[in-house]
Structure formats: structure tokens, C-alpha cells
Nanobody, 126 residues
Framework: QLHVVESGGGLVQPGGSLRLSCAGS????????IGWFRQAPGKEYEGVSC????????YYADSVKGRFTISRDNAKNRVYLQMNNLKPEDTAVYYC???????????????????WGQGTQVTVSS
């Protein structure tokens, strides 16, 4: 099983920004499509964004499009989620996920990704 680790969460005011980081523990993220997900209190997991290995194509949920940007840094073995203009409804635990068989062809589906990190809390509040 692949182990991924998220970091970068925190408390931010509405309109603020955070950058989440996803790292591979003991393996290279450079060979996988990577998805970001979130789970708000009392809600189901939601696919947020996905980045393809093959051509770097990115996908976003409508709720974050234009505000979030997913990117890779292969030299650092990291995938980032830059979150701008954050809103209270973005409050959630954010997870990155990988899977040897997952392919990013749209907003990521929870069932396509088998290896998840422990999550990082993002709270947007004044």
C-alpha cells in the first residue's frame, strides 16, 4: 500500500489562502495520478481536484474552480493544492490519495483511490 502524508492545513479567515502539500512516504508520487478530497463535518467525502501523470491535465470540482490550483513538483516529490479566496464552506479535512490503477479523467472519485493520508484540517472562519 502506498503511504501519503498531507500537511499545510490551518485556520484562515475568509478570503485568505493556504497551500496544502502531499508527499509520498517511501515512494515517488511522480509515477501516479493524484487526487485531493475533502470531508466537511457531517458530509460525505467530496472530490476536489486531480492531476494526471501522463500530461499534467488538471480537474476541479465546480465548487473550487477558479480558486484552487493543483500542481506537482517532481524534484521535491510533492503535489500541492493552492487554495485562494477561501470560504467558510471550504472548511473540511483535506486528503490526498494515490492508487496504482487510478487515472484522472475528471473530478476524482473516492472509490478510485485506495491509499489515503491521515488528512489535514482546514478551517475558514473569522
Amino acid at each position: 500500500q502506498l503511504h501519503v502524508v498531507e500537511s499545510g492545513g490551518g485556520l484562515v479567515q475568509p478570503g485568505g489562502s493556504l497551500r496544502l502539500s502531499c508527499a509520498g512516504s517511501g515512494f515517488s508520487l511522480n509515477y501516479f495520478d493524484i487526487g485531493w478530497f475533502r470531508q466537511a463535518p457531517g458530509k460525505e467525502y467530496e472530490g476536489v481536484s486531480c492531476i494526471s501523470l501522463s500530461d499534467g491535465t488538471t480537474y476541479y470540482a465546480d465548487s473550487v474552480k477558479g480558486r484552487f490550483t493543483i500542481s506537482r513538483d517532481n524534484a521535491k516529490n510533492r503535489v500541492y493544492l493552492q487554495m485562494n479566496n477561501l470560504k467558510p464552506e471550504d472548511t473540511a479535512v483535506y486528503y490526498c490519495a494515490a492508487d496504482s490503477r487510478a487515472m484522472c479523467v475528471g473530478v476524482p472519485e473516492v472509490t478510485d483511490f485506495g491509499s489515503w493520508g491521515q488528512g489535514t484540517q482546514v478551517t475558514v472562519s473569522s
